[in-house]
């Protein structure tokens, strides 16, 4: 595995697992998360654009409606847990009122929600400075406009999501663990090896939102429902099972194979290719004695489908 994919999956991981702490919280009306995310974005926004946050909130004059400044850099955030039009045209014109806000960027961060698809004219016909494409960011987006950093300054950002974020690690390896590991083992065999003499083009975003766009958001809530139940453990069996270079391409190599013969053999119906490769490995896995969790090795696969390994287009 690449040093910069095994970094954007570090990233995509933290990121996602703190998103959906956050939901689930304010769900239950625990909504000091909020207070503290507010912080930890500040600082992975400074580290990611060089910019020079600081909390308004902390301080004695706050500016309505924002929560994080960039007086240097000319950049304002408000952190939100919201995603409907009445939160951000609360926030544009709040901000906007004052004169003096006008040469700011103003950024509506979501952290636990989508961006929709907005109709609303922000703008009030051009009274305000503010694109909804561009200056409503959410978890995906963040993640996208990461993957366009160098591979050093994903390195960085890797290692500061690492420190940050905490994902509790299973205390026994449960049955979803061995699942993978034994998955893992499977996998890498050498009697499964694939070697290719072409290129594979790595683009999630481009597979999921283009290609697959008719499915995109079923995929995409699948594999939120799931992620809470099995990214610990999947985590945990890729840790404990060691994937160094070369089985993690004897990996990759056969999840490429099998995944895009499933999808021809299903007219290119990523849904129904995809039930079929949860089947197939399903019954791999039990044929070698395995007890398997079918919940894990879906959610594998799901994680594979949004990286690079499953569906993965030739480059020709």
């Known amino acids: 595995m690449l040093l910069r994919e ?28 909020n207070i503290h995310a507010e912080n930890f974005y500040r600082d992975l926004f400074n580290l990611v654009f060089n910019w020079k946050l600081i909390n308004l909130n902390f301080q004695t004059q706050n500016i309505a409606h924002i929560d994080l400044v960039d007086s ?75 993957n366009n950093k160098s591979t050093d300054e994903i390195n960085q950002i890797a290692k500061f999501l690492d420190k940050e974020i905490l994902i509790p690690r299973p205390k026994t390896e449960s049955n979803e663990v061995e699942t993978i590991m034994s998955l893992l083992e499977w996998l890498s065999d050498d009697k499964n090896y694939k070697e290719f003499d072409r290129n ?11 290609r697959f766009k008719e499915y995109a958001n079923s995929f995409k809530e699948e594999f939120m429902n799931l ?21 993690a391409r004897k990996v990759s190599n056969f999840l490429k194979y099998m995944s895009n013969r499933l999808l021809q053999e299903a007219n290119n119906d990523p849904q129904n290719a995809l039930n079929g490769l949860t089947d197939y490995f399903g019954k791999k896995l039990i044929t070698n004695g395995i007890k398997a969790d079918i919940g894990v090795i879906r959610y594998y696969l799901l994680d594979e489908l949004i990286g690079c390994n499953i569906f993965s287009e030739e480059i020709e």
């Open 6 to 33: 095994q970094n954007m999956n570090v990233i995509s991981s933290r990121l996602t697992y703190l998103q959906i702490m956050i939901k689930n919280r304010n769900s239950l009306n625990l909504t000091d998360i």
């Open 227 to 247: 992620y809470a139940t099995y990214c610990m453990s999947v985590t945990e069996a890729k840790k404990s099972f060691g994937l160094d270079g070369v089985r």
């Open 200 to 210: 594979y083009e790595c683009d999630p975003d481009k597979k999921i939102n283009s």
């Open 72 to 146: 240097v850099n000319k950049r304002a955030i408000q952190v939100t847990s919201q995603n409907d039009n009445i939160k951000i045209e609360e926030s544009i014109k709040g901000f906007f009122q004052n004169p003096l806000h006008k040469e700011y960027k103003l950024i509506v961060l979501l952290i636990s929600k989508e961006a929709k698809n907005y109709t609303t004219d922000f703008t009030d016909e051009g009274k305000y400075n503010f694109d909804h494409t561009k200056d409503v960011i959410d978890i995906h987006r963040l993640i996208a406009d990461i």
